[in-house]
């Protein structure tokens, strides 16, 4: 069995993306690393080359600005990478993602039990998305709380945009891959970052998800305090103290008004805890 790592990254440094520890966490359980560096105004290439691992292979490109299709430019940059890919498996990082230590085994078990296995397509992790600081993390509906991040190179798939995967069955019709959980944990970082940086990362992008004026009213603290949950486990050991150490859970605004998504996800939340269900948005078909 052959594992292909891969991702696409461009302004790392500056956007503040933990992406070198990223990188080094997936390294240990794969055959190579294919890494696209889009044009940066920054010491991101350079950093990457730092690592001076053999496994790591880069691709320069140039992002397409002139792309109207929300989100389908960073589709493009994943499919760049993920084309380069010469394993049996494709296993996709996203720059502010993280792969646990403890986990390697059940990741590699996972891709070793299904290789040759037709019906199961991709491999799906449960995630934890880290909120404000690394003691906090988001538990709703209004998360994908399970995303596939492995997939087989021998299934016809593409990125409609760098979350998830479409599976072509014939030329013209598509759906979500058929997946197998792992029973690992994805560490999700991307709002950790200061909120200077989370403004930079929006700025830059909002013209290619055709959103305007995201960053003028980010405030960490406005949100539902009723998703913030308190962390008590291990954060990988890549990550080391990349992010500032702080106590406790982080510290919502008392007065914040619930915008009309939170009242829906809090009234969700409910709903879950009743019926024992799981609501949040799923890229997959469940391989049981």
Request: proline residues 3%; contains cysteine; aromatic residues 12%.
């Amino acid at each position: 069995m052959k594992v292909s790592g891969f991702t696409f990254i461009r302004n790392g440094a500056q956007l503040g993306f933990p992406f070198i520890q990223s990188i080094r966490s997936l390294l240990p359980i794969v055959d190579e690393f294919i890494i696209n560096i889009g044009d940066s105004n920054d010491d991101t290439k350079a950093q990457i080359q730092a690592i001076n691992d053999p496994k790591i292979k880069i691709i320069e490109t140039v992002w397409n600005n002139h792309m109207q299709h929300s989100g389908f430019v960073y589709g493009q940059q994943k499919m760049i990478a993920q084309y380069s890919c010469t394993g049996d498996w494709a296993f996709y990082l996203e720059a502010d993602e993280i792969i646990h230590e403890n986990d390697y085994d059940a990741i590699v078990a996972a891709m070793k039990k299904h290789l040759n296995n037709p019906n199961v397509e991709a491999l799906a992790f449960d995630y934890l998305h880290f909120y404000g600081n690394t003691n906090t993390y988001l538990w709703s509906p209004g998360w994908y709380r399970r995303e596939v991040r492995i997939i087989k190179t021998s299934v016809r798939s593409y990125a409609p945009d760098g979350l998830f995967w479409v599976v072509l069955e014939s030329n013209k019709k598509g759906r979500y891959p058929r997946a197998a959980l792992i029973g690992a944990k994805m560490y999700h970082y991307g709002w950790v970052r200061t909120e200077a940086q989370m403004r930079e990362k929006l700025t830059q992008v909002e013209h290619l998800w055709n959103k305007k004026n995201q960053a003028a009213g980010l405030n960490y603290q406005n949100i539902d305090h009723t998703t913030l949950k308190e962390f008590t486990g291990t954060h990988p050991q890549v990550l080391g103290d990349f992010f500032p150490k702080e106590q406790g859970i982080f510290q919502t605004n008392p007065a914040h008004v619930l915008t009309r998504k939170e009242h829906k996800n809090r009234i969700g939340t409910k709903i879950e805890n009743i019926f024992n269900l799981d609501l949040s948005k799923k890229h997959f078909t469940l391989v049981k």
